[in-house]
């Protein structure tokens, strides 16, 4: 039992037949033609040698078909955790060099072991510190930066940095010595693949190949474009023109590259090392959830962390770098009718026979290609749309969002992430300091309690009842003390105090505190203190307490009740009254 939840495989292998074992298998060869371009696009992104995007497609692919949970999620280099790589180790080392590969390898196993830690502990509820909102903000900012990052190729010039504050000044005093070549390869290219994106599914359609088939043969256009580059510059040897290309390649199996165990270089790659393991799971899990739910299967989260922290480990240890479960890759596999890990294992097969008997065919591929590439698949993540959409619902998510797509966007990634989380757990503390709270009034014909600024209600001269719609905490706890003193203070004949509990989750030590001294200094102003609708887990540290020996009232199973004996002439009287319209919906179960 302990091995099948640590190797999800042997489940899916006592299975496993002919018919899934085609499927896999043309799932994998679909998968593996995509992947060639994209993996070397990637490295090429991550300032690495075009082969340790092959390589980084390989051994963690049979990684994560042993430990993964998720049966199309296909994991490799993506545009995001590539951009995170060469802003992390670009600090430690200088690009091209072997201490820069050196410091991939070690990134990438930091990474790993950073994740296993993760799953072996079930720590998988530490990525919900990322919010949505920081979530989209990251992946908004980080696809302009990787698209601003990309033009330099499509331009043919050098203009380096790692954010837009850096790459855009270097960009405008290098134009005006673009490559004219480089720039129509480039230019050509785009169009092409925006076009193959919008475009190429209707017109397979319109010759009579069906959707679903349309719709993969569209997400092979870089394939396409890869392959019409390399024709090109082989036909006009473009490459001694000053076409910058991939260069030799070398093939053959991916080496055996243990990390070099330097205390310093790791010291300084934690940080980043951590980041790249949260922003990386998140991307996976999201979308293995996403994939196997239209299948009704289940993603075990925690497991996905050591099948991520295995695929890590894999590539550090065999020329790669950091990988994690990517999205159109994934969703490809899907569509392409994977059923079992096993697709993976075998496009890992795939990749290598290609490492071995292609590479000299890919030699000649212009790097504006394979720049476009990139572009073209980052730029469809940016949804300008989503800023008002979080706008409108939510200042306070849009000023996260906002400070992490400035962040990322002038200081980079780390500090994008750093400055939405931040501010996301800033926001939280002050909104939950100020609780929403509301004195309700009995609905007319009803047992319900509303508030009584949004609805016709009775309340009692002599009761008053006030909804905190909050858990107590040490943060809000003197707000709920000064909002029930200036209620009290305002209505002098109030003799019962109510506080209505049912959103209330928790109450921690200050919390505690605070209702002791509400209840002495209603003591002292005559008024009993009494709770409504008080959660069992809740109650349950109450009585643990001495707080309730010294309660001046009671504790009441609901609000109703509350008023039953509190005010039951008016109780009873506001009960046969005739209901409000959109209460008499409520009773039929219209509005909630």
């Not at 990525?127 to 979530?135: E, G, K, M, R, T």
């Not at 926001?427 to 309700?440: C, F, G, Q």
Request: hydrophobic share 50%; glycine share 8%; with cysteine.
């Amino acid at each position: 039992m302990l091995l099948r939840r640590y190797l999800p495989f042997l489940e899916w292998a006592r299975s496993y037949d002919r018919a899934t074992l085609a499927s896999d298998l043309l799932a994998a060869a679909i998968v593996t033609i995509m992947l060639i371009p994209q993996s070397l696009a990637y490295a090429l992104l991550a300032g690495l040698p075009p082969q340790v995007g092959l390589y980084a497609s390989m051994a963690p692919l049979v990684a994560y078909a042993l430990f993964g949970t998720s049966r199309a999620l296909a994991v490799g280099p993506v545009a995001v955790i590539s951009l995170m790589t060469a802003a992390a180790i670009g600090r430690v080392a200088e690009p091209g060099s072997s201490d820069y590969i050196s410091a991939a390898l070690a990134l990438a196993v930091l990474s790993g072991l950073i994740l296993l830690a993760l799953g072996l502990f079930r720590l998988g509820a530490l990525a919900n510190f990322l919010s949505h909102p920081v979530i989209s903000g990251f992946i908004f900012a980080s696809s302009l930066l990787i698209a601003a990052s990309q033009l330099k190729h499509i331009l043919g010039v050098d203009a380096d940095g790692h954010t837009l504050v850096e790459i855009a000044p270097a960009l405008a005093a290098r134009i005006a010595d673009a490559d004219a070549l480089t720039l129509l390869i480039g230019l050509a290219s785009l169009a092409f693949l925006f076009w193959a994106r919008t475009g190429l599914k209707p017109l397979l359609v319109t010759v009579g190949i069906g959707p679903r088939s349309a719709d993969l043969l569209s997400r092979l256009g870089p394939i396409a474009a890869v392959v019409a580059a390399i024709g090109a510059t082989t036909l006009f040897d473009l490459d001694a023109t000053g076409v910058a290309v991939v260069g030799a390649i070398p093939h053959g199996l991916p080496p055996l590259t243990p990390p070099r165990i330097e205390p310093q270089l790791w010291a300084q790659l934690a940080g980043p090392a951590a980041l790249i393991s949260i922003i990386g799971f998140v991307e996976s899990v999201s979308v293995a959830q996403t994939l196997a739910a239209k299948k009704r299967q289940r993603i075990d989260s925690d497991q996905e962390l050591i099948a991520l922290g295995a695929s890590n480990l894999a590539a550090g240890f065999t020329g790669g770098y950091p990988v994690t479960g990517g999205f159109a890759r994934s969703v490809v596999n899907f569509d392409a009718g994977a059923r079992t890990p096993a697709a993976s294992a075998f496009t890992a097969a795939g990749i290598l026979l290609a490492a071995l008997y292609l590479t000299p065919f890919l030699q000649r591929l212009p790097q504006a290609t394979l720049a476009a590439t990139i572009i073209v698949a980052v730029l469809s993540l940016v949804d300008a749309r989503a800023l008002g959409r979080v706008w409108r619902y939510s200042k306070s998510d849009f000023a996260a969002m906002a400070a992490t797509i400035g962040g990322t966007l002038s200081f980079g990634v780390e500090a994008g992430v750093l400055a939405g989380v931040i501010l996301s757990l800033v926001l939280h503390i002050r909104r939950t300091s100020y609780p929403h709270t509301a004195v309700v009034g009995q609905a007319p014909g009803t047992e319900h309690f509303r508030n009584m600024e949004r609805h016709k209600v009775v309340v009692s001269p002599e009761v008053l009842t006030l909804r905190v719609d909050e858990s107590l905490y040490f943060a809000n706890a003197r707000y709920l003390e000064d909002r029930i003193y200036k209620l009290i203070a305002e209505r002098p004949t109030v003799k019962h105090f109510v506080l209505m509990c049912p959103a209330v989750n928790e109450i921690d030590a200050s919390g505690l505190e605070a209702l002791e001294s509400i209840n002495e200094r209603l003591k002292d102003a005559g008024v009993t203190f009494h709770l409504s609708e008080v959660k069992g887990p809740v109650m349950d540290r109450l009585q643990r307490s001495h707080f309730l020996e010294r309660l001046t009232g009671r504790v009441f199973l609901t609000q109703f009740g509350a008023m039953s004996i509190l005010a039951p002439e008016l109780t009873r009287r506001t009960l046969t009254a005739k209901p409000e319209p959109q209460f008499l919906a409520e009773r039929k179960g219209l509005v909630r």
